[in-house]
């Protein structure tokens, strides 16, 4: 029996949270048998730890995305950080930059992101860290704002080798979606192999970003995260349970579960 965790799904979003149950059942049955569900903006954040209150082996990270970055207020700040108090928060995202789209302004992207990493340092906390064509500047601001014993992870990782090595160097963890297993993922299989396995992770992002060769499926769930799995195993040439038990390890070891 595989013991995987999902480290960022979207558990509250409509399309998992109206079946949660059968949701997590499914999950259960494919060997996926723990759950970070990320939160991004602050009405998410109250209902993911809503939900990791209900469900045992269900943990929440508290965030507000780039792409709210101009809506959000103190206040939301504020309410962050007296929701981290209440039990099983276990990591401060998703944040970070997105310039790809810009939906947000890229001061108050910017300014969020260090507000967000000053908590985490606070509240020594990980941080799941979304970067999206501003890789530079990310680091920049890590390195600024990010207490230096603070653990980082850049989740959904689809850069370059080059980026891949530079987070790697840093001492940061990389953590795979199903982009490994697409037809156009020639560079995210790369990054996989350059990826030592101690510093990997493993992600849905679900409801988004399904895996081949269900990529169709509309709507992502954390049991089609054994397809990234299988994927990441034989890119790296081990068995599946091997490739479990080492994922284990370091999600354990980084959020603390
Ligand atoms: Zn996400």
């Not at 759950?35 to 508290?62: C, F, M, P, R």
């Amino acid at each position: 029996m595989l013991n995987l965790i999902d480290t960022h799904a979207h558990l509250t979003f409509t399309e998992l949270a109206d079946s949660i149950d059968d949701v997590l059942a499914r999950s259960i049955a494919a060997g996926i048998t723990k759950w970070i569900t990320v939160g991004t903006d602050a009405e998410h954040n109250e209902q993911a730890v809503k939900l990791s209150q209900k469900y045992e082996n269900l943990y929440a990270a508290l965030g507000i995305h780039p792409h709210y970055a101009s809506e959000y207020s103190p206040s939301h700040l504020q309410r962050l950080v007296e929701l981290i108090g209440s039990g099983k928060v276990v990591a401060i995202g998703e944040t970070g930059l997105d310039f790809h789209y810009n939906f947000s302004k890229q001061d108050s992207q910017r300014d969020l992101f260090k507000r967000l990493l000053e908590i985490a340092s606070l509240c020594r906390l990980p941080v799941i860290v979304h970067s999206r064509n501003a890789l530079d500047e990310t680091m920049q601001l890590l390195e600024k704002y990010a207490d230096r014993t603070t653990k980082i992870v850049f989740h959904c990782w689809s850069g370059t080798i080059e980026e891949t090595r530079a987070i790697i160097d840093r001492d940061y963890y990389i953590s795979f979606t199903g982009i490994i297993t697409f037809k156009n993922g020639d560079i995210a299989r790369e990054c996989v192999k350059t990826v030592p396995l101690e510093r990997m992770m493993i992600e849905t992002d679900c409801p988004y970003m399904s895996p081949e060769p269900v990529r169709k499926q509309k709507i992502n769930e954390p049991a089609l995260m054994i397809h990234t799995a299988k994927k990441i195993a034989e890119l790296k040439g081990v068995d599946l349970e091997t490739l479990a038990e080492q994922l284990e390890v370091n999600t354990r070891e980084f959020f603390g579960i």
